[in-house]
């Protein structure tokens, strides 16, 4: 069998780098770009993970986790952020550490438009939550800035959401029911 391609093994990576970091609880909204670390998150016995039927209710988990002890993140794609904005205040009235990693759509070579709004807007729109705003655009970033947030969230009890490109996680296209672009 062989070993994860390079555009795999920077999704490895980023599990490693958050179980390591104590991550214990994966909340997320399907998302392809998300798959690997969902993935992983569900295979592995020491992590919880939580299917979410919105994004915001991931916020709430989040901050529940860390009242209770525990460390999450967040998986989320830039459309999600907007459905967030008013469950943001709790970050910011309650002063609860965030980690959110937003997977980017609306950027590189985006062919849906409905995408667009909010994939240029997600940077500015988690920086007037109080958010901080990280991003990571190639693989050899990963450990560094993964690493970097999860000290920045849970050390230093900053808010912070890390961007992973359109360019890093890969081209989306669409396809019809006969596979044909």
């Not at 993970?49 to 009242?67: Q, S, Y």
């Amino acid at each position: 069998m062989a070993g994860p391609t390079r555009d795999e093994a920077w999704q490895d990576s980023l599990f490693g780098i958050l179980k390591a970091g104590g991550i214990r609880q994966v909340a997320y909204v399907p998302d392809a770009g998300h798959a690997r670390a969902i993935r992983a998150a569900q295979e592995d016995p020491d992590i919880e993970d939580i299917l979410l039927t919105t994004e915001e209710e991931g916020v709430a988990l989040v901050c529940g986790a860390w009242l209770g002890g525990q460390r999450a993140v967040l998986l989320m794609q830039s459309s999600g952020g907007g459905n967030c904005v008013n469950m943001f205040s709790l970050l910011d009235n309650c002063r609860f550490p965030f980690l959110a990693l937003v997977t980017m759509r609306g950027e590189y070579a985006e062919f849906n438009p409905w995408q667009l709004p909010m994939g240029k807007r997600t940077h500015e729109v988690l920086e007037m939550m109080g958010i901080t705003v990280l991003r990571v655009s190639g693989a050899e970033q990963v450990p560094e800035v993964i690493g970097a947030a999860i000290d920045s969230a849970f050390l230093a009890g900053e808010r912070v959401a890390v961007l992973l490109s359109q360019s890093l996680i890969g081209r989306k296209q669409w396809t019809n029911a006969d596979g044909q672009h």
